[in-house]
């Protein structure tokens, strides 16, 4: 498998083949009909575009009261349990011997995006993150630890992989847009990313 280097993002394209892909489709939905997916609100009170949930121990929320990992989901249901071949997958990419404890889904409908950021809501900020790209390609965004400065972009395509470790933990990021309609993976259309994280203290 081909590894492309984006400031220090390993790019794994093709990581997960199309019959993994759909099994993991199939799992994904399972979580979702367990713990709902729903809009985010920012600590500013807009509503992301972007549709969450997730899986494992913790699960991310946001809300007025700002970002962190909570154990239930908003609605009071536990979250379900990451699927064991997303577990595998962290396995053979992370490189990290401390399994992840909560499973990030993003699903980006018709227009949705993510603003360029950090991710430092996590208690420990050394693990690494593994994402996995499934659905419609989006374009990709990645800028400096620091903010500002000069970006680049890439498309990521359905069954790409990312491994955030390092320096490039830290790097500002973001999903400008998607291309909807481009993969038949999911049939509503849309895009799904995941990403696999240890959020808790692991003390
Ligand atoms: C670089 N997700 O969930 S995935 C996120 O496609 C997030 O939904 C985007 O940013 C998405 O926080 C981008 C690639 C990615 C994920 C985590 C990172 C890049 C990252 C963490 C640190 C640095
Ligand atoms: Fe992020």
Redo the contacts with the bound molecule.
């Keep these: 498998m081909a590894a492309h280097d984006l400031r220090g993002?390993t790019l794994l394209k093709g990581a997960l083949d199309a019959a993994g892909q759909a099994a993991l489709v199939a799992e994904l939905r399972a979580v979702a009909a367990a713990a709902p997916l729903f809009h985010p609100e920012t600590a500013r009170g807009r509503k992301m575009s972007?549709r969450m949930t997730s899986a494992g121990r913790l699960g991310w929320v946001s809300d007025r009261r700002g970002y962190r990992y909570e154990p239930a989901h908003p609605q009071g249901m536990a979250w379900p349990e990451i699927p064991p071949r997303l577990l595998t997958l962290w396995d053979a990419v992370s490189g990290s011997a401390v399994p992840p404890d909560t499973c990030?889904l993003?699903y980006y409908g018709e227009g949705a995006r993510?603003g360029l950021?950090q991710?430092r809501d996590e208690a420990e900020l050394h693990h690494p993150?593994v994402?996995l790209?499934l659905g419609d390609e989006?374009l990709?965004r990645?800028g400096n630890v620091e903010r500002g400065g000069k970006t680049e972009s890439v498309w990521?395509a359905s069954g790409d992989v990312?491994v955030?470790s390092g320096a490039?933990?830290?790097?500002h990021?973001?999903?400008d847009r998607i291309r909807f309609g481009s993969s038949r993976l999911l049939p509503q259309g849309g895009r799904i990313?995941v990403?696999l994280r240890v959020a808790g203290a692991t003390g």
């Design positions: 993002v972007v990030l993003n993510m950021h991710d993150v994402s790209s989006a990709f990645v990521l990312a955030l490039a933990r830290l790097v990021h973001g999903i990313n990403t």
